[in-house]
């Protein structure tokens, strides 16, 4: 049985604890209601995104994992990278979260910042 909280739910959570400490958050890519996979771009004032994506771990839990850093030389990787993973994915929402430490929201915690 699989219990995780349906993916719209949880889209709509992050966006409101992200508006509740001032920063913005939108959906770019809307996926499967229920069951749709995500991806968090994690980024301050628009610059130095990062996408986190849930990866199965070898204990059958499922913890956040930095997929791609944009390349402040080649920022249009990025976006390539994003079109990919939508065209491997139909059911993919693609949520971003613009506020400092933004990873916080998705439990990951950094201690330099």
């Not at 499967?32 to 990062?50: H, Q, S, Y």
């Not at 204990?59 to 990278?81: C, H, I, M």
Request: overall charge negative; some cysteine.
């Amino acid at each position: 049985m699989d219990d995780r909280l349906p993916a719209h739910l949880e889209v709509s959570g992050l966006i409101r604890a992200v508006q509740a400490q001032g920063g913005f958050a939108t959906v770019i890519a809307k996926g499967e209601r229920d069951a749709g996979t995500l991806i968090v771009i994690c980024c301050e004032n628009g610059t130095k995104l990062r996408a986190y994506e849930r990866m199965p771990q070898l204990d059958g839990t499922r913890d956040w994992v930095l997929s791609k850093s944009q390349d402040t030389e080649n920022p249009q990787e990025f976006a390539e990278y994003l079109a990919r993973r939508q065209r491997q994915d139909s059911d993919l929402w693609i949520l971003e979260l613009d506020i400092a430490n933004a990873e916080r929201f998705i439990g990951i915690v950094h201690c330099n910042n």
